[in-house]
């Protein structure tokens, strides 16, 4: 899709403005550039803000009419802020990039951006199909034109990402670690609670909330595998100080023996 | 929601992006802006980028501690290029804005913004809550820091538009006219099919599938009532000039007739 879409600025006064535009472009994937008469370009501010993205420069077009500008173009559509005497159909960056999915093989989107200083004439939004408002605050609505080349531009990608997710479900992956069941969480609690009572801090005769409001913590963060090993191998260090600090021998056999036995439930801590 | 966002610039070498970013940041309404250590602030270039957003320079905040600049603020999410060691939990924009949407009165969000060359370092990626990654081209995926400040605050913005909106009904207004309701549309293609078979364009006896074809376009346009207004006046003048060059007085008398009839249906044509 993003390559079925043109950028065409018209009448750019700043170089620094097409670079910028440029690399916004490159950034979220767009290709096609086209430069309607602009003051100065090539230019080494142009290169300077492209940064990275003077490949765009290069191929960009450059020609001297809006008609030049849009051929082989079935849809226009052109960026402006609201309030032209006769309204045209508006509509938000968001909704144009929900257009452009639609495009089918073979047909174009062209995106016009006007002047830094006076934006499109009317006569070149009259020849768009609908207009582009970018929200703003209404007490200052003048947005760079590289900034909203950005906007548009992100919105393209993002409507692109979405296309391409679909309906694949979207919870619990993109997270390096698998993670964790409940079998695994469950033994993660049986070891704290029991790690708790022998450090003292959790009385047994009267364990008030306490194992409730560290299950909500630690479920609410839905800890993955290599969470709850590290985890469970801090208990288990904590075990292990319990052990060598029990005055009584029977005590710290016992632990040592509930010790193994979780250790051998939870694999490899 | 926009005045319980705040931006904090990290390390920003260069005084033009903290002039854009104050400029992005009023478009689209935000108003408190940190800068940690900037390396020239004030500045004349940042003055100068920031095209009117002065008065946001003037109340930024300038700090030398991330510490400082995340006072009273609850939640932190910094922005990132994916592929970091740890991955974070890891949001884009628009999920950032929704999350926004949620600050209940008093709470504070604040969005980092890394240095221009490496971003933020693991130790700041660290303090935050979630990681925003806006979408790019993997080939090519530094933004500058301005324009990811600009949509970030762009998503803010919509999300607060559409908060506003709410279940508000969006169909049929925008406009400066009234829509045409079915009577006065009907009107029209009466209207218009009678002009077309006095000019001889349209055969009675063997009408095809014009009407149709012009019902489909105009009820595609859904006009509004001085669209149809102007299209009966056209057809008006059509039938004036239809009753001048009639050879026959009959018959252009006949029309003479059907035309104010039209005309008093329809009302102020």
Not at 115 to 143: A, M, Q
Request: aromatic share 4%.
């Amino acid at each position: 899709m993003l390559d079925q879409i043109r950028i065409v600025m018209i009448h750019t006064t700043h170089p620094g403005n097409i670079g910028a535009v440029a690399r916004a472009m490159k950034n979220m994937g767009l290709v096609d550039l086209c430069l309607v008469s602009p003051k100065r370009f090539p230019d080494e501010e142009a290169d300077a803000r492209a940064s990275g993205a003077t490949d765009l420069l290069s191929s960009a077009r450059v020609v001297s009419s809006l008609d030049e500008a849009l051929e082989g173009c079935h849809l226009v559509v052109g960026t402006s802020a609201r309030g032209r005497h006769i309204p045209w159909p508006v509509i938000n960056p968001r909704q144009m990039a929900a257009v452009a999915c639609e495009l089918r093989p073979g047909k174009r989107m062209a995106i016009l951006f006007g002047r830094e200083d006076r934006g499109l004439t009317n006569e070149e939004l009259h020849r768009c199909h609908h207009h582009v408002h970018i929200p703003t605050n209404p007490d200052f609505s003048s947005l760079n034109v590289a900034a909203a080349v950005q906007v548009v531009a992100y919105e393209l990608r993002m409507a692109l990402m979405e296309q391409q997710a679909g309906d694949q479900p979207q919870w619990g992956t993109d997270w390096d670690i698998d993670l964790a069941d409940a079998r695994e969480t469950e033994l993660l609690f049986g070891h704290l609670e029991k790690t708790l009572v022998d450090v003292e801090f959790l009385d047994p005769n009267n364990p008030r909330q306490l194992m409730t409001r560290l299950r909500r913590l630690f479920l609410r963060a839905v800890p993955d595998r290599v969470e709850v090993n590290v985890l469970r191998g801090f208990l288990s260090a904590i075990d292990r100080v319990v052990v060598r600090a029990a005055p009584d021998r029977e005590v710290a056999e016992k632990s040592s023996e509930a010790l193994d036995a979780a250790q051998k439930e939870s694999g490899n801590v």
